[in-house]
């Protein structure tokens, strides 16, 4: 259902603890593959390995990666992802909602909290339809995920 890009611009053990993040999603077929986009380096031959995650090799800014990673992409929907950043432990509940009741509209996640740290905070990523995302021009630029969710008019999603 949902393939999940990560650029590799963190180390590898940001990458893994993600990954980690992501398994119960992926055994309850939520995740349907994840997608690392970026330069190898050391430990992330083993890490992609181990985890059965794609990769393809891509260079330039978050949206260069993102884009290179969504070539890949089989599933219905991306979902983009900052690694640095992580997920809170109850991501799938709102993820879940969305894809059921959201009318395939793109969903800008967002950090739960007060109205100026959900203003003011990076996104956590951007859940969009892969149709959608190639439809409108994709992932560019320094600050993809927020550029697109802008084209799409996406909904924000707290977590």
């Known amino acids: 259902m949902i393939s999940v890009i990560l650029p590799a611009v963190t180390p590898v053990h940001a990458l893994a603890q993600i990954l ?5 999603a992926a055994v309850d077929g939520l ?12 430990g ?14 891509a260079s330039g800014d978050r949206g ?33 909602a969305h894809l059921a009741g959201g009318a395939g509209a793109a969903a ?9 740290a959900r203003l003011t905070a990076p996104p956590l990523g951007l859940l969009v339809r892969r149709l959608d995302y190639a439809a409108t021009g994709g ?6 995920e927020k550029a697109l969710a802008g084209r799409l008019k996406a909904r924000r999603l707290r977590l």
Do not use: M
Request: charged content about 20%; hydrophobic content about 55%; overall charge negative.
């Open 31 to 42: 995740v349907k593959e994840v997608v690392i986009a970026g330069a190898a380096e050391p």
């Open 64 to 96: 260069a990666l993102l884009a290179a990673g969504a070539t890949l992409a089989r599933g219905d929907w991306i979902l983009a992802l900052d690694p640095a950043r992580g997920v809170p432990e109850a991501w799938r509940g709102p993820v879940e």
């Open 20 to 24: 980690a993040q992501l398994v119960p």
């Open 139 to 144: 992932f560019a630029g320094s600050t993809p």
């Open 108 to 116: 800008l996640l967002v950090p739960a909290g007060g109205f100026l």
């Open 44 to 57: 992330l031959d083993a890490l992609i390995d181990d985890s059965g995650a794609r990769f393809v090799t």
